[in-house]
Structure formats: structure tokens, C-alpha cells
């Protein structure tokens, strides 16, 4: 077996990497919006914080 016979899969390689790649790109917009809520939140406790000691 060489390698490109491998990522051909028997002719469902398109569909198994296809997958895979879906997969990897959903997990990395749920860490990257993950990231971005908790900033926000972490912003808003801040301010909230800043105007009750005011």
C-alpha cells in the first residue's frame, strides 16, 4: 500500500477527509467563539465592577 492509495480509501477518500476537515474547522470556530464570549463576558464584569465602585 502506498500513500496515495491510502488517502484514496478505496474511492471514499473525498468523503472521509471531506469529514474530517468539516469536523476540525467546527471545532475550531466553537474555540475561537468560545474565546470571544468569555472576553466579552469577562468586559462586561469589568465594567460592571468599575461602576459600582464609582
Known amino acids: 500500500m502506498n500513500w496515495s492509495e491510502f488517502f484514496a480509501m478505496n ?4 468523503y472521509v477527509w471531506g ?3 468539516v469536523a476540525l ?3 475550531i ?3 475561537l467563539m468560545v474565546r470571544h464570549r ?3 463576558a469577562l468586559r462586561q464584569l ?3 465592577n ?5
Open 46 to 48: 469589568r465594567l460592571l
Open 38 to 40: 468569555r472576553t466579552l
Open 50 to 54: 468599575e461602576s459600582g465602585e464609582a
Open 29 to 31: 470556530v466553537e474555540i
Open 11 to 14: 474511492g471514499y477518500g473525498f
Open 19 to 21: 469529514s474530517y476537515g
Open 25 to 27: 474547522l467546527v471545532f
